[in-house]
Structure formats: C-alpha cells, structure tokens
C-alpha cells in the first residue's frame, strides 16, 4: 500500500499559479503510474494529468500548455508535483494524487485525501 498526502492547494485569482505536491512513502517501489484527479461540485472526478515510470505524461485537453506534472524520486519517497499555471475559476476543485500500484498480475490505486484549489477574484 501507498500512503499519499497532498498539499499546496488554497485561494488565487484567475491567471495566478498554484504548485500542488504529493508525498509518497510505503511501498513505493511498486507505483508503476501516478496522477492527479479533481472533482468539482456536483461533477465526476476526472483525470488532469497521469505520469509512467518512465517518465511519460498525458493530459486533459482543458489543462494542456498550463499545468505540468512531474515525479521526483528519492531514496524513500516519491514526490508528485503539479504546476498550475494560468488558473481560471473552471480549475476550481479539490485535487486528488493517486498512485498504481503492481501486484504481479494485478494493480491496485491509491489516493490521497486531496487539496482544495479555489480560483476566484
């Protein structure tokens, strides 16, 4: 199992930026995908950005050209990293980091207990 706790998100005007992280630890060997979600009021959580282990990232088209993903792995952790940039009140949500993780034949996903992020003048 992968326990993940995010953090950085909170209140920033339209076209600001936020910088939201992730912090992995357990076992982190295993995590052969990671990503972040969001859910917005009323709506179905849905995907923002993914990253492999080998370093490819995909996007949602709505956040392409304005956020970017990114992994650091340490010796005992791993953390997840999204830039935000050119935030609009559509980008509000709370966000979640989720980590896959292999089993041998099978994966299981994990998730964080997500950061609100709210973009409002």
């Known amino acids: 199992q992968v326990h993940l706790v995010e953090s950085g998100g909170g209140l920033v005007q339209p076209g600001g930026s936020l910088r939201l992280s992730c912090a992995a630890s357990g076992s982190i060997f295993s995590i052969v995908a990671m990503g972040w979600y969001r859910q917005a009021p009323g709506a179905q959580r849905e995907l923002v950005a993914t990253?492999?282990?080998?370093?490819?990232?995909?996007?949602a088209d709505s956040v392409k050209g304005r956020f970017a993903i990114s992994r650091d792995n340490a010796k005992n952790t791993v953390t997840l990293s999204l830039q935000m940039n050119g935030l609009r009140p559509e980008d509000t949500a709370v966000y979640y980091c989720n980590a896959d993780v292999g089993h041998g034949s099978y994966y299981t996903t994990d998730w964080g207990q997500g950061t609100q992020v709210t973009v409002s003048s």
């Open positions: 990253i492999t282990e080998s370093g490819n990232t995909n996007y």
